[in-house]
């Protein structure tokens, strides 16, 4: 199975801070990574697909990158509603395998 | 507006079965991979099941091959997880989600989930 290591484990963040979230696969995945984001009691929101296509809907501030094992989540001028916990997750190969999440809060 | 919608969980004993369901509205459910991601309380995303788009090829983690089915009707547009021998560790809130498809390309990765059943194993 691919393993995704996120780091970090959790973050704080100012309002209008850009911060960045890591994740490693243990092989190459060929850029089939995801980015979700999770609000408490919600389900998953899609956030970015393909390392960095930017799902329908979604803020400009988030951008995603990488290649190989390693991808990263940017989001810029961080804003209240981007608290949450996001999880990376890669498409490439069954089963389908996801990070642990990085929990982001508002400093 | 598209729409998954679980139904089927609560309680069950380990060792037990149960089946889930999820109803698709908006979008032709013929045309999409579907899956069952699951999330036990406090704990991350865990890909449990998917379907192909017939419903003649699935997928399954290891932890539940052989005890779960993942199964479709496209006639009634309804994705179906059954589950036999439950175990405490099966709990958790189980999501129905569509695999992603650009107009050209399918992923697997998840763009539309449902808001999730609960499923709790426990004697």
């Known amino acids: 199975d691919i393993q995704m290591t996120q780091s970090p484990h959790s973050l704080s963040a100012s309002l209008g801070e850009t911060v960045s979230i890591e994740c490693l696969a243990s092989?190459?995945?060929?850029?089939?990574l995801a980015w979700y984001q999770q609000k408490p009691g919600k389900s998953p929101q899609l956030l970015i697909y393909?390392?960095?296509s930017l799902q329908d809907g979604v803020p400009s501030r988030f951008s995603g990158s990488g290649s190989g094992t390693q991808y990263s989540l940017k989001i810029s001028n961080m804003q209240p509603e981007d608290e949450g916990v996001y999880y990376c997750?890669?498409?490439?190969?069954?089963?389908?395998?996801f990070g642990s999440g990085t929990k982001l809060e508002i400093k | 507006e598209v729409q998954v919608v679980e139904s089927g969980g609560g309680l069950v004993q380990p060792g037990g079965s149960m089946k889930l369901s999820c109803a698709a509205l908006?979008?032709?459910?013929?045309?999409?991979?579907m899956a069952w991601v699951r999330q036990a309380p406090t704990e991350g995303l865990e890909w449990v099941a998917s379907?192909?788009?017939?419903?003649?090829?699935?997928y399954y983690r290891d932890s539940v091959r052989g005890r779960f089915t993942i199964s479709r009707d496209n006639a009634k547009s309804t994705l179906y997880l059954q589950m036999d021998s439950l175990r405490s560790e099966d709990t958790a809130t189980y999501y129905c989600?569509?695999?992603?498809?650009?107009?050209?390309?399918?992923?697997?990765?998840?763009?539309?989930w449902g808001q999730g059943t609960l499923v709790t194993v426990s004697s």
């Open positions: 989600a569509r695999h992603y498809y650009d107009g050209s390309n399918y992923y697997a990765l998840f763009a539309y």
């Open positions: 908006g979008f032709t459910f013929s045309n999409y991979y």
């Open positions: 379907i192909s788009t017939g419903g003649t090829t699935t």
């Open positions: 092989e190459g995945i060929s850029n089939y």
């Open positions: 393909y390392t960095s």
């Open positions: 997750q890669q498409g490439y190969k069954y089963p389908l395998t």
